[in-house]
């Protein structure tokens, strides 16, 4: 089983709909990351979260919103998906100072 | 205004030779560097790291050289073996606070040739 699971892997939808991408993790990390990446373009951070009641804006965190839902959960919302939000998306975990971990990703298409 | 930088989108090694993957960076905080390696359909996954205190580390195959002064990282992969075939990045972070935020390359896309 993977250490930090991604749902779905691959979504297509709708410009204006709501979208949320779930990441669980059963590394025990308190780390949590959500990043994007586009065509020759490197991830970007997008938010992260320390602990269940942190919460901190990445690089890139306009059109996104995040939940912590508890130490091993942290979800990603596309409140009106916009066409130029289509990416591959990744969540990540690690302890301080530690290499992060990742996902496998999810692709997703907004028409 | 990117602050990591592979200016090699590409590289192609025959299997056994040296690979070396290059990264230059702007951010002078920046105090820690990683190399992650992608599969297609996978997540990044952590290869090796180097602290802005050493100028090499080394880990089986896998060598990374810093040069402060040129503000310039490389990965030496030797020998090279077809499994290497992936999509490399360089990703740097810098001591703001405790928050270690990566900041990433675009990938070199490295495919070892048997």
């Known amino acids: 089983d993977a250490d930090v699971t991604q749902t779905p892997r691959n979504r297509i939808t709708k410009t204006g709909k709501r979208i949320m991408l779930e990441c669980s993790q059963t590394?025990?990390?308190?780390?949590m990351y959500w990043y994007r990446q586009d065509p020759g373009l490197g991830l970007r951070l997008i938010y992260y979260?320390?602990?269940?009641?942190?919460?901190n804006k990445g690089e890139i965190s306009d059109g996104y919103s995040v939940s912590r839902q508890a130490q091993a959960k942290f979800s990603l919302s596309l409140e009106s998906a916009i066409p130029n939000q289509t990416a591959l998306y990744f969540c990540?975990?690690?302890?301080?100072?530690?290499?992060?971990?990742f996902g496998d990703g999810t692709r997703l298409s907004i028409l | 205004d990117q602050q990591v930088k592979q200016n090699s989108p590409s590289l192609s090694v025959q299997e056994g030779r040296i690979s070396i993957l290059n990264c230059d960076y702007t951010?002078?905080?920046?105090?820690?560097f990683l190399w992650y390696k992608k599969y297609p359909a996978e997540g990044p996954t952590f290869l090796i790291s180097i602290s802005s205190i050493k100028d090499k580390n080394e880990d089986g195959r896998f060598t990374v050289f810093l040069n402060k002064s040129a503000k310039h990282l490389s990965l030496h992969i030797v020998p090279s073996q077809p499994g290497d075939s992936a999509v490399y990045f360089c990703a740097a972070s810098g001591a703001a606070g405790s928050a270690r935020q990566l900041t990433f390359g675009s990938g070199t896309q490295l495919t070892v040739l048997p």
């Open positions: 590394k025990g990390h308190d780390r």
């Open positions: 951010n002078s905080m920046f105090d820690y």
């Open positions: 990540a975990t690690s302890d301080p100072n530690q290499p992060q971990h």
């Open positions: 979260s320390f602990d269940v009641k942190d919460i």
